[in-house]
């Protein structure tokens, strides 16, 4: 019996299992949020002919008229104050005041949720004027009121929000933060569509800054009420964006579906799946199965050497440069990098053009400065040679003639940044620096990076928004320059960024930028620009109007985008 | 039998709560805080500094594992720092999918490895015993992440690739953990009948003049199948912990793809949550072959007591 006993037991296991699994998979149609756009819907009391926007498009993931786009990793949240990474959905489905498109081969600051602005002539108070005709996706009508909310909802401390730095220059917000406001002074609404910012002191990025998906604006009602589900619950996260979120299972997709009441008007394609693929070869084999339309392949690296050298793809391939600079970073605080003519050593025994050629397939151009092409005062610097000879004159002239170690930092995951540490390895043991790589957990990377005790390390920063500012600021100020373990004392520069955001005058403005520039590069020495690249995307031919945003970021707006088949 | 199941199940609680113990510590020994692997290249000093405080992540690990114990114990396994949701709703989602996937490999490997098992031990150092055995041996050896690709390879255009949308997404990550599975259970049951087909009272019932089918599926199989049962019940509690790799080739949100995320993100939080789940669940099934064992072989029965 209780053998017959132990059969039924394995028995019922496999039965209970494959019963317990009829919920289990996540079919387009379970889409949480097809309820949630009637239930959720707000009527304005002022606006009485306005209702519910209709829930048109929500059926998007059946039509082939949708885009499908692979991600690597989930994303923590669509909250964008919430969040510093993943911004494609809040670039989709939110909007700014202004935003920063390509005008004439210029990054230009443009109206959105603003139609005008007006600044004092003391750079302190902005004045915008809203457009009067815009509807979040709940229905509900966008006033001045949602800016005041958008702002104090970052600034307040119970939100937890990882973004408050982009709205910390408004005057009285580091008080709200501190719990020693309720509201934020410096944002006022003074009717329905004009909304009236001050700030502590004159901040001039201030506008290119309200272009950051950070900055986009919610609405009062819709995440009051939806409090921490905001950012995570399809149903309740609303924007006014040309697409809704409609659907989010985790660790498998997301649903955007087109808003066919967005103020610009409706978007071309009927929306986008957001499709949760880790491993880079299986984007691969999706992608050439018609599954993937758009494969963003400087951020699938492993990818890169097949579909640039595949004739079939040579037409699928768009490319723009990334608004971002690769270079070394060294301690000023450390041995031997605390002499700068070690540091200009290694600068002049580095190859680069031979490593952008051999290792990237030359898609990228060699830079000298902090500032990368295509933002706001990037300029013509002198070149940093490569001269092994000079490098060697130089260490010798540092007490280093017999040669010296150096320990180069980096991630213990980071395949791309070990290849080229290889690289240099091997350039630098020609001027005699015996260098070797050290490879350190993340964590332990960037903590130990935050105090200040990391050696040279190659780094990269892309803009977050269209200013010198976040370059050189980022890197270069007393409290930064240790978080990012390269320890200058220059206290001039220090002052001089301080000034700089100060400033009214564009041209002196952008004049003291480069001459930031050039101490810190040329003069110091403190960094090593190595090479800016070129973004590179594979794109089915069906996908039409396709383009690397300004910023050269994977994560881009797809209200342009179209699907001819 | 109750009296030893129950003492079973409660020493699983001094086992989790020591494993929560040593996540903690070994969590607190390395450097680097969640804040900053959330926040990466685009890590602020002061948004770290004051979150830091609100999120009580200054406070000495041992106060943390006082007040983390004292959640648990209400039922409350703390919010994920990257995913924002909270740690049971996140293991709530996942499991059915890791579920599906189990039930589907281990079906799968029964099906496949039982059948293969008796016919290479009645057909003994015969051609199709080789080719079984080698099939088995290679299922055993081969890694997951090598089988998995060669099968997407091989198959991308027919089957889906990646994801987890439809039964159809479940047939090649079922067949690379299947195969594995299958392969020990082949080579087991192999084994295991031909030790039962020497013995005497199978050569009574073949003297009684049986046909050979119902001598080995009646006589021998059933008394052979014992160790393959438990062997399941392990393989089972195996499988339900998460396949990672397996998971992460096929893009299926399961619990092991989510392991490896909160491994990867530092995430305290939703680390402990999958470990204790995983240990649970482990528990929980060499609990079921344990009893199994006492419920099919009287002589352990006997030991174990009543």
Not at chain 1, 112 to 125: E, F, R, T, Y
Not at chain 1, 384 to 410: F, H, N, R, S, V
Request: glycine fraction near 8%; charge should be negative.
């Amino acid at each position: 019996m209780r053998k017959y006993l132990s059969l039924l037991m394995a028995g019922v296991l496999a039965v209970s299992m494959l019963g317990g699994c009829g919920s289990a998979f996540d079919d387009g149609s379970s889409t949480g949020a097809a309820a949630g756009d009637g239930g959720g819907a707000q009527t304005q009391a002022g606006a009485s002919g306005e209702t519910t926007p209709a829930a048109a498009g929500s059926g998007a993931a059946a039509g082939g008229n949708v885009i499908h786009i692979p991600e690597k990793d989930e994303f923590p949240t669509v909250d964008c104050q919430k969040d510093t990474e993943f911004y494609v959905v809040p670039l989709n489905i939110y909007d700014r005041l202004v935003e920063c498109e390509v005008v004439d081969g210029v990054a230009t600051i443009v109206p959105s949720l603003a139609k005008s602005w007006d600044i004092s002539p003391d750079g302190l108070v902005y004045t915008f004027h809203l457009r009067d005709d815009v509807t979040f996706h709940n229905g509900a009508r966008f006033t001045a009121d949602d800016v005041v909310y958008t702002v104090e909802r970052m600034m307040n401390p119970a939100t937890a929000a990882l973004n408050t730095d982009f709205f910390s220059m408004i005057k009285g917000a580091g008080d709200m933060l501190d719990g020693q406001a309720e509201g934020v002074e410096g944002v006022k609404a003074l009717d329905d569509y004009t909304v009236e910012i001050t700030l502590e002191v004159p901040f001039a990025p201030f506008l290119a800054n309200l272009a950051t998906p950070s900055c986009s604006i919610y609405n009062r009602e819709a995440a009051e009420a939806a409090g921490d589900q905001f950012g995570i619950d399809p149903a309740v996260t609303v924007g006014t964006g040309p697409f809704k979120i409609t659907d989010w299972v985790l660790n498998d997709r997301i649903t955007l579906a087109r808003n066919d009441d967005y103020f610009k008007g409706p978007a071309k394609i009927d929306g986008i799946e957001l499709i949760q693929v880790p491993d880079e070869n299986t984007q691969k084999l999706m992608y050439e199965n018609g599954e993937l339309d758009v494969v963003d392949l400087s951020s699938s690296t492993s990818q890169l050497a097949y579909f640039m050298g595949n004739e079939t793809y040579k037409d699928n391939l768009v490319t723009g440069p990334e608004a971002g600079n690769y270079f070394y970073a060294f301690n000023l605080d450390m041995k031997p990098t605390d002499d700068v003519r070690v540091r200009k050593a290694i600068s002049m025994a580095i190859d680069r053009q031979t490593i952008l050629d051999q290792m990237y397939n030359g898609a990228g151009h060699v830079v000298n400065s902090m500032l990368p092409d295509g933002v706001l005062g990037s300029y013509d610097a002198q070149e940093i040679p490569y001269d092994p000879e000079g490098a060697k004159a130089l260490l010798a002239e540092a007490g280093y003639g017999d040669g010296c170690d150096l320990e180069i930092y980096q991630k213990t995951d980071d395949p791309d940044a070990l290849a080229i540490n290889q690289v240099i390895m091997s350039m630098l043991g020609q001027v005699g620096i015996n260098a070797t790589i050290k490879q350190m957990d993340e964590a332990a990377y960037l903590s130990e990076r935050r105090e200040g005790n990391i050696g040279m390390t190659r780094a990269v920063w892309w803009a977050d928004f269209n200013d010198p500012d976040n370059f050189l600021y980022t890197f270069f100020t007393e409290k930064n320059t240790k978080a990012r373990s390269i320890n200058h004392k220059n206290g001039d520069v220090y002052q001089w960024l301080e000034d700089a955001r100060a400033m009214v005058d564009e041209d002196e403005r952008m004049a003291l930028y480069q001459k930031i520039d050039t101490t810190m590069v040329q003069d110091e020495a403190a960094v090593f620009p190595l090479y800016q690249m070129d973004h590179i995307v594979v794109v089915q031919d069906w996908v039409k109007g396709f383009e690397i945003p300004w910023n050269g970021w994977t994560d881009t707006s797809y209200y342009n985008v179209s699907i001819e088949r | 039998m109750l009296k030893y199941i129950a003492k079973r199940v409660l020493v699983t609680i001094p086992v989790l709560i020591g494993v929560v113990f040593m996540i903690f510590v070994m969590l607190s020994v390395v450097p680097g805080d969640p804040l900053t692997v959330m926040m990466g290249e685009k890590v602020k000093v002061d948004v770290i500094e004051r979150l830091s405080v609100t999120m009580h992540l200054n406070d000495p690990w041992y106060v943390r594992f006082v007040w983390y114990l004292w959640d648990a114990l209400h039922g409350d396994f703390g919010t994920s720092y990257k995913l924002t949701r909270s740690v049971s709703s996140l293991i709530a989602n996942a499991f059915p999918k890791t579920l599906m996937l189990a039930a589907s490999a281990a079906v799968l490997s029964w099906l496949v490895g039982i059948p293969a098992g008796i016919i290479s031990a009645v057909k003994k150092n015969s051609l199709v015993d080789h080719l079984f055995m080698g099939f088995a041996l290679c299922g055993v050896s081969i890694p997951a992440f090598s089988v998995g690709m060669f099968l997407q390879n091989l198959f991308n255009g027919i089957l889906p690739v990646s994801g987890f949308a439809s039964p159809a997404h479940l047939i090649l990550p079922a067949l690379v953990l299947g195969w594995n599975a299958a392969g020990t259970i082949a080579r087991l049951t192999r084994s295991s009948l031909l030790e039962v087909l020497e013995d005497d009272y199978i050569r009574t019932a073949r003297a009684k003049g049986l046909a050979p089918l119902p001598v080995i599926l009646w006589h021998g199989l059933k008394n052979s199948l014992l160790p393959v049962i438990t062997m399941m019940a392990i393989q089972i509690s195996s499988l339900l912990s998460g396949a990672v790799i397996t998971e992460t080739l096929f893009s299926i949100p399961g619990i092991g793809r989510l392991t490896v995320d909160a491994i990867n993100g530092r995430d305290m939080p939703l680390l402990q949550g999958t470990v204790i789940f995983t240990t649970a669940v482990i528990i929980m099934g060499n609990l079921i072959a344990d009893i199994l064992y006492c419920v099919v072989d009287p002589r352990i029965r006997v030991e174990g007591g009543k």
